[in-house]
C-alpha cells in the first residue's frame, strides 16, 4: 500500500516539474506557434494537461484513454506504444469528525460543557496521474468526420465575419483608421472599429483580436495588463481561433513572444495562457454556436421557398 502511494507521490512530482519546464518551453517563440496549434485541438481539457500533452507529444491531434479508444471508437493502443501522463481528478469519501452546532449556529455542548463533535462522511477530491494516447498511437476505423461550417471562398468569409459580428460583446463598425492599425478596442466607447476594405483574412484575424480585447476587458477598471501582455493575448486568441476555423494563419508572427516573456515568473505566464485559453474556448464555442443558428435559418428559409414554388 505504502508503494503505491510513494509510487503515485513521485508521479505527481514529476508532472509538478513537468508543467514548470513546459511553461517556460512553450514561451520559446519556435515552439509557442506549436503550442497554440495543439491547444487549439483541446477544448474540453486543463490548462495544465494542455502543456503536459504538448509538452510530451507536439504532435498530438486527439487523444483518448485506453479503453475508451474501444469502446468509443472501436480503435486500439497499438502494442508497445507510451501513454502520454495527465492529471486526472478521483473523488474519494472519507469519515471525519466535526464540531456540533444547533439550527442557530450555536455550539451544541455536552454534560461537561464540552462542545459536541460527530462523525460525518465528506466527499473530497484529489488527483491522480491518468495516461492518455492519440489517435496515431492507434488503429481500428476511422474517427467521425467533423461537419465543416464553413464553405470556401466569399460566402464563407461572409458567413464567419457576420458570425463573429454577432457574439461580439460590444458593437462593431467597419471604418478608415488613421495610422498602422489594422483596428482597435474602445474601453470608453465600448466599441471596436476594423479598418474598412482590409483583405478577408486580415479582417478576420483582426476582428477576433479586437474581439479578444473586449472578452479579456482590457482597459477596464480591473484590468492588471502592460501593453504588451494585452497584445500577447489577443494576438494568442485570434491565432487559436483561426487555427480552430481552419484559416490560413501562417502570416501569423510570434518572434516577439520570448522576448516579452523573458523576464517574467512562470506565474504570470501561467496566468496568460489560462486566460488565453478561456477567451479563446469562449470564442470558438460562441462563433460555432452562431454558424449553426445561422445555417439552420438559411436551410429553413430555403426549404419555405422550395414549397413556394411548387
Not at 465575419?161 to 483608421?177: D, G, N, Q, T, Y
Not at 522576448?259 to 489560462?274: F, I, P, Q
Request: proline share 4%; hydrophobic share 30%; net charge negative.
Amino acid at each position: 500500500m505504502s508503494k503505491t502511494r510513494v509510487s503515485r507521490e513521485e508521479k505527481m512530482s514529476e508532472i509538478q516539474q513537468r508543467l514548470e519546464n513546459g511553461v517556460r518551453d512553450i514561451f520559446e517563440s519556435e515552439k509557442y506557434k506549436d503550442y497554440i496549434d495543439t491547444m487549439s485541438k483541446f477544448p474540453s481539457y486543463s490548462i495544465n494537461n494542455c502543456i503536459l500533452i504538448v509538452s510530451q507529444c507536439p504532435d498530438a491531434s486527439f487523444v483518448c484513454g485506453y479503453r475508451k479508444w474501444q469502446t468509443d471508437f472501436n480503435r486500439v493502443v497499438n502494442r508497445n506504444e507510451h501513454g502520454i501522463m495527465i492529471i486526472a481528478p478521483v473523488k474519494y469519501k472519507a469519515n471525519v469528525e466535526e464540531l456540533v452546532y444547533d439550527q442557530n449556529s450555536h455550539p451544541v455542548l455536552d454534560a461537561q460543557g464540552n462542545q459536541k463533535t460527530e462523525k460525518v462522511q465528506r466527499e473530497f477530491q484529489a488527483f491522480r496521474p491518468a495516461y492518455v494516447f492519440d489517435v496515431g498511437q492507434t488503429t481500428g476505423e476511422p474517427l467521425p468526420t467533423l461537419v465543416n461550417l464553413l464553405e470556401n471562398g466569399v460566402e464563407g468569409y461572409e458567413q464567419i465575419k457576420e458570425a463573429l459580428i454577432s457574439i461580439s460583446p460590444v458593437p462593431v463598425s467597419f471604418e478608415s483608421v488613421d495610422g498602422g492599425a489594422n483596428g482597435y478596442f474602445s474601453p470608453s466607447n465600448q466599441c471596436i472599429v476594423v479598418k474598412a476594405n482590409m483583405p478577408e483574412l486580415q479582417t478576420i484575424k483582426t476582428l477576433i483580436h479586437e474581439i479578444a480585447h473586449a472578452e479579456l476587458g482590457h482597459g477596464g477598471k480591473e484590468d492588471k495588463w502592460d501593453r504588451e501582455s494585452k497584445e500577447v493575448m489577443a494576438e494568442s486568441v485570434a491565432y487559436w481561433v483561426s487555427q480552430m476555423l481552419n484559416l490560413d494563419t501562417s502570416e501569423y508572427s510570434f518572434g516577439y513572444i520570448s522576448g516579452w516573456s523573458k523576464d517574467r515568473e512562470v506565474t504570470e505566464l501561467k496566468e496568460n495562457l489560462e486566460l488565453i485559453k478561456l477567451t479563446a474556448d469562449k470564442i470558438s464555442d460562441n462563433l460555432e454556436q452562431a454558424l449553426i443558428k445561422k445555417r439552420e435559418q438559411e436551410e429553413t428559409q430555403s426549404s419555405g421557398q422550395r414549397k413556394k414554388s411548387r
